[in-house]
């Protein structure tokens, strides 16, 4: 019987969400190694990996079965996302675009690193960072830049304005997601974006006063 690796939701689901990982079809006790892999829009590679020991029923099933070691230990059902690292040193794990997805690939090997084996069972995960029914929304209003997220329905919303500045530019993804649980949410960049000034030093604090107007 060839090893499955079952995922629910079985393609996709928003960074938020958790995804339950099995793997069926193993030997009675048999040694495995999951990996994750993705490359971020940049195309740098992150990478997380874990030991684990099938049941006496060939099966594993990541909600109940503690790793047994590599990047973590320990019952942790979502472990092998968060758990992911950068191959080039220093390097974010950061989303640009919201419109798209990461990908990860997921892996089952034979044997436990350094010494695992074939491959035995592989899949994709779509990972979104706009949920379903989201307006993403672009606004240029005097002098602020910034994207407006609305959550599906008619509203009224409770609001949140999210300015995160490590870095400039705007970044959306946080906003986004907090739309698909019901916030409306703005995404303000305050330096390094479009018209805005380019170092930190030339902020003043006036343009936040205009975005809560």
Same mark, same amino acid.
């Given at each position: 019987?060839?090893?499955?690796?079952?995922l629910?939701?079985?393609?996709?689901?928003?960074?938020d969400?958790?995804?339950?990982?099995?793997v069926?079809?193993?030997?009675?006790?048999?040694?495995?190694?999951?990996?994750?892999?993705l490359?971020?829009?940049k195309?740098?590679?992150?990478?997380?990996?874990?030991?684990?020991?099938?049941?006496?029923?060939?099966?594993?099933?990541?909600?109940?079965t503690?790793?047994?070691?590599?990047?973590?230990?320990?019952?942790?059902?979502?472990?092998?996302?968060?758990a992911?690292?950068?191959?080039?040193?220093?390097?974010?794990?950061?989303?640009?675009? %919201? !419109?798209?997805?990461? /990908?990860? @690939?997921?892996? &089952?090997?034979?044997?436990?690193e350094?010494?695992? +084996?074939?491959? $035995?069972?592989?899949?994709?995960?779509?990972r979104?960072?706009?949920?379903?029914? %989201? !307006?993403?929304?672009? /606004?240029? @209003?005097?002098? &602020?830049?910034?994207?407006?997220f609305?959550?599906? +329905?008619?509203? $009224?919303?409770?609001?949140?304005?999210?300015?995160?500045?490590?870095?400039?530019?705007?970044?959306?993804?946080?906003?986004?997601?907090?739309?698909?649980?019901?916030?409306a949410?703005?995404?303000v960049?305050?330096y390094?974006?479009?018209?805005?000034?380019?170092?930190?030093?030339?902020?003043?604090?006036?343009?936040?006063?205009?975005?809560?107007?």
């Amino acid at each position: 019987m060839a090893a499955t690796l079952i995922l629910e939701p079985a393609s996709h689901c928003c960074w938020d969400e958790p995804v339950h990982i099995t793997v069926r079809g193993l030997a009675p006790k048999q040694l495995v190694t999951l990996r994750a892999s993705l490359r971020d829009e940049k195309g740098a590679l992150f990478r997380a990996h874990a030991r684990y020991r099938a049941d006496a029923r060939g099966e594993l099933d990541l909600a109940r079965t503690p790793a047994l070691g590599g990047s973590f230990a320990g019952l942790e059902p979502m472990g092998l996302i968060w758990a992911m690292e950068p191959d080039k040193p220093f390097w974010r794990l950061v989303k640009r675009d %919201v !419109q798209t997805p990461f /990908v990860v @690939e997921l892996e &089952v090997l034979d044997g436990h690193e350094p010494d695992a +084996g074939r491959l $035995l069972a592989r899949a994709l995960h779509e990972r979104h960072f706009l949920p379903p029914g %989201v !307006q993403r929304v672009p /606004v240029r @209003e005097g002098r &602020v830049r910034a994207t407006l997220f609305l959550p599906p +329905g008619p509203g $009224l919303f409770p609001g949140i304005i999210d300015i995160y500045g490590v870095g400039g530019g705007l970044l959306e993804y946080r906003a986004s997601l907090l739309a698909g649980h019901g916030f409306a949410t703005l995404a303000v960049a305050f330096y390094d974006f479009d018209d805005l000034p380019k170092d930190f030093s030339n902020i003043h604090l006036d343009y936040f006063e205009e975005v809560v107007w």
